[in-house]
């Protein structure tokens, strides 16, 4: 009978935690990066959060987006962007807000219509105002942060606290680096994009709460083993686990990313990313965030051996 | 762990069954489904406005409007009153959310306010002692009237969108001044936007014939009338001719009960009828001024003045005004469904043609047909015959994800789709757990069943403890979410209920019966 093939040969030995100030400094590094990403370039918000109008208009012919970008600076409504979308006869327009509230940005797409004439059918028309545009933003943003106060509570109760700032702090490293790549490729950051990272969040998580049982588990089994060795060993249980699962939640996420359609490729960009980062932290940096918590020990032995290794 | 009483056995078999038939309704047409027996579930998954095209509006009602309107309604009464009563007064005025009045003479104050105390119950009188009176509306008031506004706006933008034929349309009130419009099908929502955009409040007046047209036109109109603008087809907006009309309403709108656009020698008009109340107050109004002009406005635009050339008795009349067909047809749509009580602001407008829906319905069926191959074909790789157990749960966790929508009502948008592929791809993670703690245990020699039996036992905490936190990040963004958005939470959610209870169970019977029936000798694994 056919058994299936290992992506990982059993019993790897892999000394993961003593690698684990590169890995350390290596997210350090990536953290900061999205920060100062993030603090300087800023996101580029789409129009659910900043507001304004988008419009996916499809042309008969090949669009010239020079004499159609004419005709709309030529209204005089601000910054507006036109960029292909998909095929050449689908053009993406992103105006901004328009001054003068809701009223002012109905005005701007009869504008837009008048302007471009017959001959364009558009295929997308998003209209969103100052007033809604907040509310949407607060509440992605309170989404965000529930979500990850709940997790934090729910860790809080199932593990230790040492686990559980280890789990947070690597959820956070997850999420934060995600952000950062919306910065540096300056890919739209919208109601989806929140869709993405709370999905990331509760992934990121789970992924670390595999390895964070299994070390749990051996604590309780080999009361004298060195907590650098013990951690080396349940990764090594684990990697196998860790790999395949996402593994198949990549081929799901590359086959959206593919075939799935323009308004997807971002969502699926960022799940992709967030998930190699989130299998790389679970990895190499959460368990070996446990050396510098002060993890108990239930006997005297692993107590010793615990406060020995500590750096 | 691997016993299963035969009434388990049957439970497991009954839900599989019964997800089957129910996510088969989606298969059938909408007549098929109406010709169901009726003690059968007729539900299907909605598809969201992003797949099926459509138009999504999230409107605001104007609100502070009414309450104007009802100061305004007040300072009307309060110079009346003061005027019958002969009292003299200063500084009539709107300040804020209150009128306010000066009675100038000290002896004449009290008997003002007594009079204005009882002129509305729902308001507070005070006065200071400069023979100031304020009259406030009670904070109960004001917000009944809100209330009943948009209450009343949702009802008018009903039978608007009623009478354009639109399909299915939602209407829905939101929180305390907004309304939600959905209307599936839509592509171009320009007309329906016009349509619910306009007041349409109709009322007749008097043209002030004797004011002086230099002075009103300079804005310092006669007291009592108005100057608006008339309504001209060549004229740019805002600079069209204007017309000083007096302000008393001879008859308004409200009174209509019906309209329709109709032909006068080849010109589109508007014919419309009274009730028995607004008849007769429209025959006493033009029985008593033949030969001066009435001028018909509209939301505050005059929209033709002709002559009264004798009075009309019977309660029906016609507005002229170069109308086009198309704006004759929407008036007389406008005058039968009534006016808005507030005027009303688009906040958020979201409109995809049928085309893209289409499209993106084919995109998303394409990604879940290559996402689930692939996740299929590689845990057969990596399980052999473990994975191929594994997509036999796979797949009916899809089916119960299908049903459990169904069952829900839930709406399937394109984010919804993304959320199933993904499921797709997160789900034999449960699986991925039982079999990396078997294939632990048989390395550690145990036998088949040994092995198997502590598999799914270590497995269960694991597996429970990651969903649950997709499953908080799920409910979440439910909560938190809006519009498409909602539609990626529900999948997700529903998605990881069904992953635990297909682990849990599916899987763990196909691999019972698979020990009985096959008692190895080694776990292929």
Partial sequence: MFRGLRVVPPDTKI???SMHKINFALSALMVVASIVLFAVKG??????FKGGILLEAHTEQAADLAVMRGKLDALGLGEVSLQTFGSENDVLIRIEEQEGGEAAQQRAISLVREALGAGVRYDRVEVVGPQV???????????????????????WFRFEWQFGIAAVLAEVHDIVSTVGLFALLGMEFNLTSIAALLTLAGYSINDTVVVFDRVRENLRKYKTMP???????????TLSRTTMTSATALLALFALYVFGGEVLRGFSLAMIWGIVIGTYSSIFVASALLLYMNVRRSSGAGEAAAVAERP | MLYFAPWKVAAILFVCALALAVAALNLLTREQLDALPSWLPHRQITLGLDLQGGSHLLLRVDTGAVVRERLEGIIDSVRDELRKARIRYQDLAIDGSTVGVTIPDPEQRD????????LDPDTDVGMNSDGRIRITLSERAVQQRESAAVDQSLEIIRRRIDETGVREPTIQRQGADRVLVQLPGLDDPQRIKALIGKTAKMTFHLVDEEANPGDALAGRPPPGSDVLPLRDRRAQPGQEPRIVV????????????DAQPTFDQGQPIVSFRFDAAG???FGDATSHNVG????IVLDGQVISAPNIREPILGGSGVITGGFTVAEAQDLALLLRAGALPAPLTVLEERTVGPGLGADSIEAGKVAAVVGSVAVVLFMIIFYGLFGLFANVALAVNILLIIAGMTLFGATLTLPGIAGIVLTVGMAVDSNVLIFEHIREEVRGGRTPISAIEAGFRRAMTTIIDANLTTLIAGILLYVFGSGTIRGFAVTLSIGIITTMFTAVTVTRLIVTIWLRRAQPRFVPI
Avoid: P
């Fill in chain 1, 15 to 17: 000394r993961f935690m």
């Fill in chain 1, 43 to 48: 996101l580029n918000y789409g129009i659910d």
């Fill in chain 1, 133 to 155: 545009s907040s509310e949407l933003f607060w509440n992605g943003m309170y989404a965000l942060g529930a979500s990850i106060i709940a997790i934090v509570i729910y860790i």
């Fill in chain 2, 246 to 257: 007096k302000k008393r309403v001879m008859v308004s709108g409200e009174n209509l009960i």
């Fill in chain 2, 292 to 295: 001066k002009r009435l001028a």
């Fill in chain 2, 279 to 281: 008849g007769k107050r």
């Fill in chain 2, 111 to 118: 008997e003002a306010r007594t009079l204005l105390r009882k």
């Fill in chain 1, 227 to 237: 907590l650098r060795d013990l951690l080396d060993m349940s990764v090594n249980q």
